[in-house]
């Protein structure tokens, strides 16, 4: 007979463990290396960028579309399928970790000892450039490099839509590395509410529209609620009925006013000696399942003397 | 000789002394202020002694450059003051909350949840009058914010939406809510007759425990759908409920509404009083945003008193509610509730009306987290 629980116990642990790794997994997987796109890329550099020795070549950005910090190391960047292993971006670098909403920009010069952010090939039209994660198969991006694509002018991918977080793709006379593709002049949303909305009025009545409709939702679900929960009691005995309360009466909207206004005055300590006055006057045994309320609950016979009741519950 | 006066002379430029300007005195003067009113009148205590004394600290005139300021990168009052800045500090007092808060009063009376609502209108009363004054949207919003008398709420929101203004609309907020009793009484009698102070309410009715464990789930569901952006502070507010209500994770809910929650009111006053230095304090703008606080508090308490007194039109015998616990509506827990019980009896000294009061009070908590939601998604 114990062997089941046993069992049960068991088979509960491992699927809770093998859940909590699943979801640790795959939450860094959704916050990773997913959110990287090839951002912008220019094969043919004439009059643009140039590399830290001073070279124009085409160069390649990558785009952080997240809002958390991605860590590029480790993976992959190529221009044959056949080889997605082409150039390894180092992970000893410690400046491959990419901010929120960030890009960082390689140099495809084809000599990779030049540093990290130089590829060890050459951009050419007509090519597909692909992103590749760190286990050298999943392809996390890739962009065709049209064959007619100018001189100086980019393949870019750029930001639309409310959220920013759909992209096209087009070709730009306009390059960009390492700076973000949309409109770097968008105004913040405090501007545009000061252009469309000077007065407040529109914001105003929206979002005390939207008080209101949370809030009478909320009241109309616990107050079905609280019916549903009335007829289910309804078929179990009646409580006694509540005595018309007279003036002077301790009733427990009067033990709640008492206790709240002695505690303002005098401190948490009264506490006590107002609850076990109105337990005496309330005829005893009072409980509550209230954890910030004393609970009086009758016991047969005393414990005050207990040795267990005198240890300390933790070492200090 | 020489050496021993040049060493002097160098160590007076080191003093407060040499250093001191009056903008400081007048900031440590209210440091001292608010401290004497938290000891003499037991106004708020917990958040205007550590205020107060953070005013003192942040106003201590010092040489500049020796990383000890809380503006200065990398200091120990600049790292305590992260929690502010970035915003981290007011979610963790709303898990206190949570974990403190018995929502019974609501859940037995739901209709007392839309006092909450209507009391949220001197949220958006003050971003009105802000528009007036001058100030940019996202900065009339964190003023706004004051409205609804929520130390935390206004500290969360003000660090995102005008950092630069979050001491003064941090310091105005805690002062009107300790000044709740003063502010709020004046206004619910000329608001009221008689005859409407003394309605007495029904008894609530019990809440089984089932719906106390439903009502965090539930109400988080629903208002972080419609209001995402409110997550940090509504999440908090409802999962600190959930490990009170739940009954099985007792020593959760007492370190939350303990220690935890003491601690970060303890370090959140004290870098909120700190960053009042008097060089970004003392301004125009803090005054405009005094007089904003002040006049938010007076909005939001005079529509939730008149919101009750327009509702009894349409209700009848006992339905109708009591306009005195309107200004509950004002998230100041449990303050503004004891106003109304306070004043409550003094026209009917066996009117109860505290247990009814804390359903508008608790339901403001949840309203401005909501507004606070809002006003972030319209102008973060």
């Known amino acids: ?316 | 000789m020489n050496t021993i006066l040049e060493s002097l002379k160098q160590f007076w430029y080191f003093t407060g002394f040499a250093n001191a300007t009056w903008q400081n005195i007048a900031m440590i003067l209210i440091g001292v202020l608010f401290i004497t009113i938290a000891i003499k009148k037991g106004w708020e205590p917990l958040l205007l002694v550590p205020i107060g004394f953070g005013m003192i600290i942040g106003n201590i005139p010092m040489f500049p450059g020796l990383n000890i300021g809380v503006y200065e990168d990398g200091s120990v009052l600049n790292t305590l003051y992260q929690g502010v800045k970035q915003g981290w500090y007011p979610p963790l007092i709303f898990l206190g909350i949570g974990a403190m808060t018995d929502f019974s009063a609501l859940i037995s009376q739901p209709r007392l949840l839309l006092i909450g609502a209507a009391a949220q209108t001197g949220i958006f009363g003050a971003y009105l009058l802000a528009l007036l004054l001058g100030f940019d949207p996202n900065q009339a919003g964190a003023i706004g914010i004051i409205g609804g008398a929520d130390g935390p709420t206004a500290i969360f929101l003000s660090s995102k939406l005008a950092p630069d203004l979050m001491g003064a609309i941090a310091v105005s907020a805690y002062s009107y809510m300790a000044l709740v009793p003063v502010i709020q009484r004046p206004i619910m009698l000329a608001l009221t007759t008689k005859k409407e102070r003394l309605i007495r309410m029904p008894a609530p009715r019990q809440v089984s425990q089932k719906e106390k464990i439903i009502f965090p789930v539930v109400g988080f569901l629903l208002t972080a759908f419609i209001v995402p952006s409110g997550l940090p502070l509504l999440g908090m507010l409802f999962f600190g409920n959930l490990l009170k209500e739940s009954g099985v994770t007792r020593r959760l809910a007492e370190t939350a509404r303990g220690p935890l929650i003491d601690v970060v009111t303890t370090l959140i006053g004290l870098t909120v009083g700190a960053s009042t230095q008097a060089d970004k304090f003392l301004t125009g703008n803090s005054l405009k945003i005094f007089l904003l606080g002040l006049l938010s508090f007076v909005i939001a308490t005079t529509v939730g008193v008149l919101f009750v007194k327009f509702w009894n039109l349409f209700l009848k015998g006992d339905r109708k509610i009591n306009p005195l616990i309107g200004n509950a509506g004002v998230s100041a827990v449990p303050d503004s509730a004891r106003v109304s019980e306070i004043v409550g009896r003094e026209f009917d000294p066996d009117n109860h009306l505290l247990m009814h009061a804390m359903g508008p009070n608790v339901a403001g908590v949840i309203g401005s987290a909501v507004a606070a939601g809002i006003l972030l998604g319209f102008l973060g």
């Not at chain 1, 509960?12 to 979801?23: E, G, V």
């Not at chain 1, 480790?74 to 997605?84: E, H, I, Q």
Request: hydrophobic share 40%; glycine share 8%.
């Open chain 1, 1 to 316: 007979m114990t062997i089941f629980p046993f069992k049960a116990m068991r088979y509960t642990r491992i699927f809770f463990l093998t859940f909590f790794m699943l979801l640790a997994g795959s939450g860094a997987w959704a916050q990773n290396l997913t959110d990287l796109i090839i951002g912008e890329v220019l094969v043919e550099n004439t009059a643009g960028l140039t590399d830290g020795y001073g070279q124009r070549t085409g160069w390649i950005e990558l785009f952080n579309t997240s809002n958390g910090t991605v860590n590029f190391g480790g993976c992959y960047l190529s221009d044959d399928k056949s080889d997605l292993k082409k150039y390894h971006i180092p992970t000893s670098d410690r400046s491959t970790r990419l901010g929120p909403r960030q890009s960082v920009v390689f140099y495809a010069s084809g000599n990779a000892s030049q540093g990290t952010y130089y590829t060890n090939f050459t951009l050419r039209n007509g090519s597909t450039l692909y992103l590749v994660s760190n286990d050298g198969r999943t392809v996390i991006d890739q962009v065709e490099i049209p064959s007619d694509l100018p001189a100086d002018c980019s393949v870019v991918r750029v930001p639309f839509g409310v959220k920013e977080m759909d992209f096209e793709t087009n070709v730009s006379r306009r390059p960009t590395p390492g700076s973000y593709n949309g409109d770097v002049d968008a105004k913040t949303k405090s501007q545009v509410m000061k252009e469309k909305d000077p007065h407040g009025w529109v914001l105003t009545l929206i979002s005390i529209l939207v008080v209101f409709t949370a809030l009478i939702i909320l009241a109309f679900i616990f107050g079905w609620i609280g019916n549903a929960n009335k007829r289910l009691q309804s078929g179990q005995p009646k409580a006694p009925k509540a005595k018309k309360v007279k003036a002077g009466d301790i009733t427990p909207e009067v033990a709640a006013a008492i206790s709240m206004a002695l505690s303002q005055e005098f401190g948490s300590e009264v506490y006590a000696a107002i609850a076990l006055a109105l337990d005496d006057y309330m005829g005893g045994g009072i409980h509550d399942q209230e954890s910030l309320m004393i609970t009086i609950k009758p016991t047969k016979g005393s414990t005050w003397a207990d040795k267990a009741q005198n240890f300390r519950q933790l070492p200090r």
